[in-house]
């Protein structure tokens, strides 16, 4: 965006805009407004699909969208794809239009908040003084936003450090904050982090600091803590769907699956089309047993989520791994076929590992050759947790005790064995191995005791 010295006709001339409405009328009326301003490129939409399209196409400066645009989209979830898959960038505007008054009560605690919002009816002089006010703060963040993308988190804590107390700082002051609190947990700082959220929830407790202090406390494995904190915000805020989220992932690390189900399935159920949200409820269910829900989830997610590359490998090997969980065998191979050679071309060493297990699974005499060529590599390579829990599944099909044994203890020897500790107990107790999965219990204990978090996860254990 060019440099800004007056917010005059000349300088919204320069500004492509993009408005979305599923009404002519309405859009009309908007390019009237935009072109009071000075607008000269305005582009219109009629609703979900165009607008992705046409901003991938051409990333506008600045969109004004309307909050209902028909259909089972809304103006909140374009918004959040766009910041989903990174198209919409900071310096761009992205202003809701909405006949509702409630809105305001909304958009207090949503996680991806547009920039600003206008509520019907209003004018073109009106909408032109939001609009400038959120441009003159675009303008004086521009230096943070080209800093955090270049990853220059120095340039970026001089940025935040010099603002603080200029006047137009203190305007910004809680999203300074805020932003000095991000660059510390993207610099993997998680203290740093939390004692600027405590500064920012001593002046307010807003429920995105709340959820950011539980986020610091995350980093820093202090799980209670950060789970104690959500289940407030969830209860005080509950449009904040972003809190369910983290709520939701908070459990599910503490193992706590069946809350961490309820919790996620409580916000997707207000947000039917938030796929995102819908993959994190597959994983929860899947994990809490519920393999209806699971599949019902991913089915969803396959089918539905038309944003052009959004439904990846991983997002179809977890539709698979529902469908064998579930015992729908012939449906799971029909859906892993779907995972085709060129696919799998763009997967990486997880996805491609948990394809080959999957197979094994459902195959077991089919692919045991291609397996035993594989366990030497698998068992050295540093694999995810859930392509580890695949993997364990394949080797009890295959009846490949070592193969099983060394992947849970690779779990076990990771933080992440917490999130599975009860599917893989489950899957040694139905093998009639749970004496094993007990030694195998005590030996990560002992040597997390003797040599703390440096233990190799692919360290043997001899004589189990």
């Given amino acids: 965006m060019a440099a800004l010295t007056e917010l005059g006709p000349d300088f919204y001339r320069a500004l492509r805009f993009l408005v979305v409405d599923d009404q002519p009328a309405a859009r009309q009326g908007l390019r009237i407004c935009a072109q009071t301003m000075g607008a000269f490129l305005v582009e219109f939409s009629a609703g979900y699909q165009d607008a992705i399209a046409r901003i991938r196409r051409a990333p506008p400066d600045v969109i004004l969208c309307d909050y209902q645009l028909g259909g089972e989209r809304s103006g909140q979830q374009l918004l959040?794809?766009?910041?989903?898959?990174?198209?919409?960038?900071?310096?761009?505007?992205?202003?809701?239009?909405?006949?509702?008054?409630?809105?305001?009560?909304?958009v207090a605690v949503v996680e991806l908040a547009p920039d600003d919002y206008i509520i019907k009816p209003f004018s073109p002089e009106?909408?032109?003084?939001?609009?400038?006010?959120?441009?003159?703060?675009k303008r004086f963040f521009q230096p943070l936003y080209v800093a955090k993308r270049a990853a220059d988190f120095p340039a970026a804590e001089r940025f935040l450090d010099e603002s603080r107390d200029t006047d137009e700082g203190q305007l910004h002051r809680f999203e300074l904050m805020r932003q000095q609190a991000e660059v510390q947990i993207l610099k993997g700082d998680a203290e740093a982090a939390e004692r600027v959220f405590d500064e920012i929830l001593a002046a307010h407790a807003f429920p995105w600091a709340r959820a950011g202090k539980a986020r610091a406390l995350?980093?820093?494995?202090?799980?209670?803590?950060?789970?104690?904190?959500?289940?407030?915000?969830?209860?005080?805020?509950?449009?904040?769907?972003?809190?369910?989220?983290?709520?939701?992932?908070?459990?599910?690390?503490?193992?706590?699956?069946?809350?961490?189900?309820?919790?996620?399935?409580?916000?997707?159920?207000k947000t039917e089309r938030n796929y995102v949200r819908k993959r994190?409820?597959?994983?929860?269910?899947?994990?809490?047993?519920?393999?209806?829900?699971?599949?019902?989830?991913?089915?969803?997610?396959?089918?539905?989520?038309?944003?052009?590359?959004?439904?990846?490998?991983?997002?179809?090997?977890?539709?698979?791994?529902s469908l064998v969980e579930a015992g729908t065998l012939v449906e799971a191979e029909r859906a892993l076929d779907e995972i085709?050679?060129?696919?799998?071309?763009?997967?990486?060493?997880?996805?491609?590992?948990?394809?080959?297990?999957?197979?094994?699974?459902?195959?077991?005499?089919?692919?045991?050759?291609?397996?035993?060529?594989?366990?030497?590599?698998w068992m050295a390579t540093?694999?995810?947790?859930?392509?580890?829990?695949?993997?364990?599944?394949?080797?009890?099909?295959?009846?490949?005790?070592?193969?099983?044994?060394?992947?849970?203890?690779?779990?076990?020897?990771?933080?992440?064995?917490?999130?599975v500790f009860k599917v893989v107990r489950?899957?040694?107790?139905?093998?009639?191995?749970?004496?094993?999965?007990?030694?195998?219990?005590?030996?990560a204990a002992l040597q997390k005791i003797s040599h703390g978090d440096d233990v190799p996860p692919e360290a043997p254990l001899q004589g189990v």
């Fill in 126 to 137: 009106r909408l032109k003084l939001r609009l400038d006010r959120v441009l003159r703060r």
């Fill in 426 to 443: 489950d899957l040694f107790e139905a093998q009639g191995m749970s004496p094993v999965f007990r030694e195998l219990q005590r030996r």
């Fill in 340 to 377: 085709t050679p060129q696919r799998l071309e763009t997967a990486g060493l997880d996805e491609r590992a948990s394809w080959q297990a999957l197979r094994a699974l459902m195959k077991p005499d089919a692919e045991r050759a291609r397996v035993a060529g594989l366990r030497s590599a």
């Fill in 80 to 106: 959040e794809e766009l910041r989903r898959f990174d198209m919409l960038a900071d310096e761009a505007v992205f202003i809701m239009v909405t006949a509702e008054q409630a809105y305001e009560q909304v």
């Fill in 218 to 269: 995350v980093g820093q494995n202090r799980l209670q803590e950060a789970r104690e904190i959500m289940d407030r915000v969830v209860i005080d805020a509950p449009m904040y769907f972003g809190g369910h989220d983290l709520k939701t992932q908070i459990c599910m690390d503490m193992g706590d699956h069946a809350e961490a189900q309820r919790t996620v399935e409580e916000a997707s159920r």
């Fill in 382 to 419: 540093p694999f995810d947790a859930q392509t580890r829990l695949d993997i364990v599944r394949a080797a009890m099909a295959l009846g490949d005790r070592e193969l099983a044994t060394a992947m849970t203890h690779a779990l076990f020897a990771s933080d992440e064995i917490r999130r």
């Fill in 280 to 321: 994190l409820l597959a994983d929860a269910a899947l994990l809490n047993g519920d393999t209806a829900t699971a599949v019902e989830a991913m089915a969803d997610v396959v089918r539905n989520d038309t944003t052009p590359g959004a439904v990846t490998v991983a997002d179809r090997l977890m539709l698979v791994r």
